[in-house]
């Protein structure tokens, strides 16, 4: 097994990082801004098996990441269970809302989603041909709670509102969205598995807002859920969880889920992530995106205290969220170079 990730996902301490980055193909890359002008918009993009594994490999022709990360959305899914989606230039996601027992009955279930996805297994297959040897494809869904916040408003909220509502006023409907979306995620990552994905990802934005035993019921549960399932069906691809912001919450995580490996924001130090969390096996992050927007010798500078603080033990280098589109593209380089320079 000579791929770098997958040595890190079983358990290796390498003497430098593999590493990618979270949003890696995206706007901040002229080329990517370019290919998605041909397709016409984001969701046109999305379903366009050839020109989403163009911006696939984008990043990969660009920077030689470690691994490459499916292009598609988490709300996807939603859409495949019959939601409306559109995007909103400037704004983001808007999603017809599911708040009434009516709009949940609307909704489809098991193989139907697939109908809806397929141009998304194609993109993985495409790209299983198309990669570097030793380039890692990872796929990806968002996971329950955070799809449900979409799903529940409409749209993305600072606070994730609406969820909450819904899941102290209607807990059984708030559940019964929760168990379909999980049944679902596990349908459709198996399928981006049986395409080809090597490892796939659960983001779990918003799960920092799940409190108490709240975070056990609607953030843990369904992971633990989701990751025994596709173990019982593909044991042998790892699965990388990302709670976002789940702070004291990390703690454990990745034993309490079966997850491989745990993706941590940068709300926590490195230091704090290495004695608390990696303890248990794998970890991915966690520089601030800030750093691919502001550069310089502070970038270096962090960049190498991240590699430091996570050297004892097996760590995937990526950001703590996303890559934001006012990146400069050479403070990307810059990232990679000092993580590479050993
Ligand atoms: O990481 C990657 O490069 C893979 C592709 C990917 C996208 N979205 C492409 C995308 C992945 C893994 C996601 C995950 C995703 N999508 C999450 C979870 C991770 C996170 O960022 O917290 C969430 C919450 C979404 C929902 C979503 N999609 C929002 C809120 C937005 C709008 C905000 C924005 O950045 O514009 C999107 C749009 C989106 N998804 C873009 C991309 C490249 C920008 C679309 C464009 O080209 O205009």
Request: charged share 20%.
């Amino acid at each position: 097994m000579s791929k770098t990730i997958l040595r890190a996902l079983a358990g290796e301490t390498l003497p430098t990082p593999p590493i990618w980055m979270m949003r890696q193909a995206g706007r901040y890359l002229p080329e990517y801004r370019a290919t998605r002008a041909q397709a016409g918009d984001f969701l046109s993009l999305c379903y366009n098996p050839e020109l989403a594994a163009e911006v696939t490999l984008q990043p990969i022709r660009r920077y030689g990441f470690d691994a490459a990360i499916l292009f598609a959305d988490i709300l996807l899914l939603p859409q495949a269970l019959g939601a409306d989606l559109w995007f909103v230039t400037g704004e983001g996601p808007r999603l017809s809302t599911v708040t009434t027992q009516a709009d949940f009955d609307r909704l489809g279930r098991g193989e139907m989603i697939h109908e809806t996805l397929s141009p998304i297994y194609e993109t993985v297959r495409i790209l299983k041909g198309a990669l570097p040897s030793e380039t890692t494809l990872i796929g990806f869904a968002g996971a329950p709670w955070t799809v449900a916040t979409y799903m529940i408003a409409g749209r993305g909220t600072p606070d994730q509102g609406p969820a909450h509502a819904l899941k102290a006023e209607n807990r059984p409907l708030f559940k019964a969205l929760i168990d379909r979306l999980t049944e679902s995620t596990v349908d459709y990552l198996s399928c981006q598995i049986e395409a080809g994905a090597e490892v796939v990802k659960l983001f779990d934005s918003w799960a920092g807002s799940l409190k108490g035993q709240d975070f056990d019921d609607f953030c843990l549960a369904p992971a633990k859920r989701i990751i025994a399932e596709l173990k019982a069906r593909h044991p042998d691809t790892p699965i990388i969880a990302f709670p976002r912001e789940a702070g004291e919450r990390y703690i454990g995580f990745a034993k309490a889920t079966g997850a491989d490996c745990v993706a941590i924001d940068n709300s926590v130090s490195p230091e704090w992530a290495a004695s608390h969390v990696q303890v248990d096996g794998c970890v991915q992050g966690n520089l601030a995106s800030r750093h691919m927007v502001t550069g310089g010798q502070p970038l270096v500078d962090e960049t190498r205290h991240v590699v430091e603080a996570f050297r004892g033990g097996p760590h995937i280098f990526n950001l703590g969220h996303g890559i934001t589109p006012d990146a400069d593209p050479d403070n990307v380089q810059l990232m990679i170079d000092t993580v590479r320079e050993g």
